[in-house]
């Protein structure tokens, strides 16, 4: 071997031992920012999705509204990378949160469902806040029944008075949006303060509670309340009078009277993209996920007043949810309105629902 065959040989070495270690030094801090970068085009991507699809059941700020969870937690933000996937992917039994996945017959492909998993595990909530308000998709406030300190005090003071105060908290939670703060129904669903109602053996109201009513709005509280709360909803509803007599002040409940104008059409285009549009489509046309609205069949078939039933108690065993809870009468109103002026132009028949590529 001559002397310029050594010094090649050692200078290979030489650039082996100095050069490799650079180069996979190098490497590595691509490689790491690589996936930073995908990462941060993830939750730019997943952004918009969540401020059209998300916030306004989860929060703007992923705070949690009503009774859907909070995102913005270190509870959900240390959940396994394919847990996430999951949930977001196939829902969860007996709650609001519906599947997305197109496999699943929702609307998101697999690497947007990965690109929310980002968001949640990686997100700084304040950027998403300004996000969603800048796409002027900003949920509406939750609308609930108060129940003052004065109230509760005067039913302690009667028989199993606990228990009453009990049942009155369950029913402004869950049931005065549909049948009135005050017990006397609404256009929604029928009055719970009846002498009728109160000759109803228990055991019928128990199966009504339980299980709902086919055919009606009224779904089945089961997989939402336990036994004893729907106990005490019961025992509210043979009180009532009692409740009456002390002389608590409920709030009144206003008849409402569907009318339309052009603010409130607009209104009502605004709150449908921001809480209807995910499931129904653009322009009410439907979904994978939720029928067509924008139809003459469905708009000449169904009245204004059953319109906003739907809307507000929600459709059992499907995946439209009550939105009484959540909305004001004029917030539904105004959706009724939205859909109702589709009516001059809409479509004879339902266009066909094309899937998501």
Request: proline share 6%; glycine share 6%; with cysteine.
């Amino acid at each position: 071997m001559t002397a310029t065959m050594r010094w090649m040989g050692i200078l290979a070495t030489l650039m082996i031992v100095v050069v490799l270690p650079i180069y996979a030094f190098t490497e590595s801090d691509q490689q790491e920012q690589l996936l930073e970068d995908y990462h941060t085009t993830a939750v730019v991507s997943a952004t918009d999705l969540y401020a059209e699809n998300c916030a306004v059941c989860h929060g703007a700020w992923g705070e949690g509204i009503a009774g859907n969870p909070p995102l913005n937690s270190d509870a959900v933000r240390m959940m396994s990378e394919n847990d996430l996937f999951k949930v977001i992917s196939r829902g969860r039994d007996n709650t609001l949160m519906a599947p997305w996945a197109v496999d699943e017959g929702g609307v998101f492909s697999n690497s947007q469902v990965n690109d929310l998993v980002s968001l949640v595990q990686s997100v700084n909530w304040d950027y998403v806040e300004a996000r969603v308000m800048e796409l002027g998709l900003i949920p509406p406030q939750v609308v609930e029944m108060e129940i003052s300190d004065e109230m509760l005090a005067t039913l302690a003071e009667l028989p199993d008075g606990a228990a009453l105060s009990s049942g009155l908290q369950i029913y402004a939670e869950n049931c005065a949006a549909c049948h009135g703060t005050n017990g006397a129904g609404s256009v929604i669903a029928p009055a719970l303060d009846s002498d009728e109602l109160r000759t109803t053996p228990r055991e019928d109201l128990e199966q009504v509670v339980s299980t709902g009513v086919p055919g009606t709005l009224m779904a089945g509280w089961r997989n939402m309340l336990t036994s004893e709360q729907m106990s005490s909803v019961i025992d509210l509803i043979y009180r009532w009078p009692e409740m009456v007599q002390t002389g608590i002040e409920f709030p009144e409940s206003k008849v409402m009277q569907i009318s339309s104008s052009p603010e409130m059409i607009a209104d009502g285009q605004q709150l449908f993209n921001i809480a209807c549009k995910s499931c129904h489509g653009v322009d009410a046309y439907g979904s994978p996920m939720a029928p067509a609205l924008n139809n003459q069949l469905f708009l000449s078939e169904t009245p204004d007043a059953a319109i906003y039933q739907i809307i507000a108690g929600g459709i059992p065993n499907t995946l439209m949810p009550a939105w009484g809870s959540r909305l004001t009468d004029y917030d539904l109103q105004s959706l009724v309105a939205y859909l109702r002026s589709f009516e001059p132009t809409a479509p004879v028949i339902v266009p066909p629902i094309l899937s998501p590529q």
